[in-house]
């Protein structure tokens, strides 16, 4: 069973353009929404995380928006730039008897065209 | 500050041996995780570890796979009598204290299995 359920699988943009990534949660216990963002032959890092207090959360190009009724997260990457190509995940953590294990997205795979 | 490193980067074991692959954690991290990377997928958590404890090991399978994290030295991942559906991308991520923040990833060991 996916918790994290994640689209597109892959986007494709040009320079300039606003990347868009959706994730889906079922668990409403969740609370804590990170994204992390990986480049080929490297772990997973954190790019931005947000609670669900908040509706918005924004670091640079980066945005995180958050609508709790609707159990959605998103992910907006204004002006993308190539050097942003790489895979994005959404997480969220398990805050049942683990407190450490986060659940992942599939990922979406970004290309920004030059 | 060396961050999480693994070793080895990338390893590749016939049918039947044993893998090991090691993580050190950052440094004043006490927590460890391991988390498996199949190809068009997202990580999937395997085991957490504090030092000489197995908290949680629901996600490894029940056979071939275990995990420890002496008081000394690094965690170990251990694979017994490897088979070609263990190739994968394994990493590790450690944090400071219980929980998701400060969860900071390895750049993981890939096996392959010939």
């Known amino acids: 069973q996916q918790q994290v359920k994640q689209s597109p699988q892959s986007l494709i943009v040009q320079k300039g353009g606003i990347s868009i990534i959706n994730c889906a949660y079922e668990n409403t216990a969740f609370d804590y929404f990170p994204w992390y963002q990986q480049f080929p032959g490297k772990g997973p890092a954190l790019l931005i995380a947000i609670r669900p207090d908040v509706s918005e959360k924004k670091e640079g190009r980066f945005t995180i928006s958050f609508n709790k009724s609707a159990k959605q997260f998103s992910l907006h990457i204004m002006d993308s730039q190539p050097g942003d190509s790489a895979t994005y995940f959404c997480?969220?953590?398990?805050?049942?008897?683990?407190?450490?294990?986060?659940?992942f997205g599939r990922g979406t795979q970004l290309t920004v065209w030059p | 500050n060396a961050g999480v490193m693994q070793n080895p980067r990338h390893l590749v074991r016939r049918r039947g041996q044993e893998a090991r692959l090691r993580c050190s954690p950052m440094?004043?991290?006490?927590?460890v995780y391991w988390y498996r990377q199949l190809p068009e997928e997202g990580l999937k958590f395997m085991v957490y570890l504090q030092k000489e404890n197995i908290i949680d090991e629901s996600g490894m399978p029940k056979e071939r796979f275990s995990a420890e994290f002496p008081k000394e030295g690094p965690s170990i991942l251990r694979i017994q009598q490897v088979v070609r559906g263990d190739s994968a991308a394994y990493f590790c991520?450690?944090?400071?204290?219980?929980?998701?923040?400060?969860?900071?990833f390895g750049s993981g060991t890939r096996l392959t299995v010939v």
């Open positions: 991520a450690s944090s400071p204290e219980f929980g998701f923040y400060g969860y900071t």
């Open positions: 997480a969220a953590p398990d805050r049942g008897s683990t407190l450490g294990r986060l659940y």
């Open positions: 440094k004043g991290h006490s927590h």
